[in-house]
Antibody
Framework: QLQLRESGPGLVKPSETLSLTCTVS??????????WAWIRQPPGQGLEWIGS???????QYNPSLKSRLTISVDTSNNQFSLKLTSLTAADTAVFYC???????????????WGQGTLVTVSS | EIVLTQSPGTLSLSPGERATLSCRAS???????LAWYQQKPGQAPRLLIY???SRATGIPDRFSGSGSGTDFTLTISRLEPEDFAVYYC?????????FGQGTKLEIK
C-alpha cells in the first residue's frame, strides 16, 4: 500500500522560506506513470493545487505561486520537496503531498494523499 | 484557468435520503479529467470518483458520478451517517489543476 508522509516545520516567520519534504513508501517515486503533487488548504477553506513533479525532475507550477516556488525530486531517497519563499500570513495552510495517478484513457486523479502538515506563518 | 463552481454550498439532508451535488466548469473539460473527493474534519481528502463516473477502489456503489462538458454531478443514492462531509470536484485536464470550493453535506 502506497503511503506518503509530509515533514517540515510547523511554524515559519514572515518573509522566510518554507521547506517541506514528502517521503513515499510502499512504491517507487520513479514510476513512469505518476506525478507527485503538493496541495494546500488554508484553515476553513478549500483546496489549492501548488504544483507537481515527475521523477525526471520535470515540473508544473500554479502560476499564482510560480515566482516563489521550487519543487524537486530525490529518487534515491524516494522523496520530493517543496520550497516556498517570501512567506506571508496568507500562506498559512495545511500542506498535503499526493500522487497523481492514472493514465490517458482512464483519466488522472489524486489517488493517494499524505495526512497533511499544518504550517503557520507568524512572527 | 478553469473555474469549478459547486452547488449548493451546503446541503442539509437526513440519512437514507438521496444527495445530488453539482460541479459546473467555466469551460468544457474532458470527463476523463474530472474527479470527486470526500473530506472529513481533520483528514486528508479521499478519492471517490475519477473519469467523471468511475468509482475509486473501495468506494461503495451508493456513490456515482455523471456528466460531461461543463456539467458534472455526484450522487449519493442513500445517505449513510458516515457520508456527511465536504465534497470537492477537481479538474486536471488544463493546467493549473483546479478544485471547486466544496459542498458541505450536513445532517438535517
Amino acid at each position: 500500500q502506497l503511503q506518503l508522509r509530509e515533514s517540515g516545520p510547523g511554524l515559519v516567520k514572515p518573509s522566510e522560506t518554507l521547506s517541506l519534504t514528502c517521503t513515499v513508501s510502499g512504491g517507487s517515486i520513479s514510476s513512469t506513470s505518476d506525478y507527485w503533487a503538493w496541495i494546500r488548504q488554508p484553515p476553513g477553506q478549500g483546496l489549492e493545487w501548488i504544483g507537481s513533479v515527475y521523477y525526471s525532475g520535470s515540473t508544473q507550477y500554479n502560476p499564482s505561486l510560480k515566482s516563489r516556488l521550487t519543487i524537486s525530486v530525490d529518487t534515491s531517497n524516494n522523496q520530493f520537496s517543496l520550497k516556498l519563499t517570501s512567506l506571508t500570513a496568507a500562506d498559512t495552510a495545511v500542506f498535503y503531498c499526493a500522487r497523481r495517478g492514472g493514465d490517458f484513457w482512464s483519466g488522472y486523479r489524486f489517488d493517494y494523499w499524505g495526512q497533511g502538515t499544518l504550517v503557520t506563518v507568524s512572527s | 484557468e478553469i473555474v469549478l463552481t459547486q452547488s449548493p454550498g451546503t446541503l442539509s439532508l437526513s440519512p437514507g435520503e438521496r444527495a445530488t451535488l453539482s460541479c459546473r466548469a467555466s469551460q468544457s473539460i474532458s470527463s476523463r479529467y474530472l474527479a470527486w473527493y470526500q473530506q472529513k474534519p481533520g483528514q486528508a481528502p479521499r478519492l471517490l470518483i475519477y473519469g467523471a463516473s468511475s468509482r475509486a477502489t473501495g468506494i461503495p456503489d451508493r456513490f456515482s458520478g455523471s456528466g460531461s462538458g461543463t456539467d458534472f454531478t455526484l450522487t449519493i443514492s442513500r445517505l449513510e451517517p458516515e457520508d456527511f462531509a465536504v465534497y470537492y470536484c477537481h479538474q486536471c485536464g488544463t493546467s493549473p489543476d483546479t478544485f471547486g470550493q466544496g459542498t458541505k453535506l450536513e445532517i438535517k
